[in-house]
């Protein structure tokens, strides 16, 4: 059973810098979708950013030009530089891949990263 391992979560000052990695810890083949989602306290997860096998990126209006989704295909890990961090950006950060090989399509979930901006 593949499982994603998220680490860079942490504490930072507002206008700080961190950097997200997922990592997967097995090969995961027919990869569609990369993605970071984010869950606030009593707030519903939502979408950061997602890569797709194809190279194209998607960010939720909040992060535009202060977060960025990469990958390395030979670490087998997904990226999310966030720049500029705002106290709104404090939640849970989870990772996610979607894949679809062998006629089957699975979903995997990492643990959670808590990222903190507060002065």
């Known amino acids: 059973q593949v499982q994603l391992v998220e680490s860079g979560g942490g504490l930072v000052q507002p206008g700080g810098s961190l950097r997200l990695s997922c990592a997967a810890s097995g090969s995961i083949f027919g990869i569609n979708l990369m993605g970071w989602y984010r869950q606030a306290p009593g707030q519903q997860r939502e979408l950061v950013a997602t890569l797709t096998s194809g190279g194209s990126t998607h960010y939720a209006d909040s992060v535009k030009g202060r977060f960025a989704i990469s990958r390395d295909y030979r670490k087998n890990t997904v990226y999310l530089q966030m720049n500029s961090l705002k106290p709104e950006d404090t939640a849970v950060y989870y990772c996610?891949?979607?894949?679809?090989?062998?006629?089957?399509?699975?979903?995997?979930w990492g643990q959670g990263t808590q990222v903190t901006v507060s002065s």
């Open positions: 996610n891949i979607r894949s679809s090989f062998g006629g089957a399509i699975r979903e995997y």
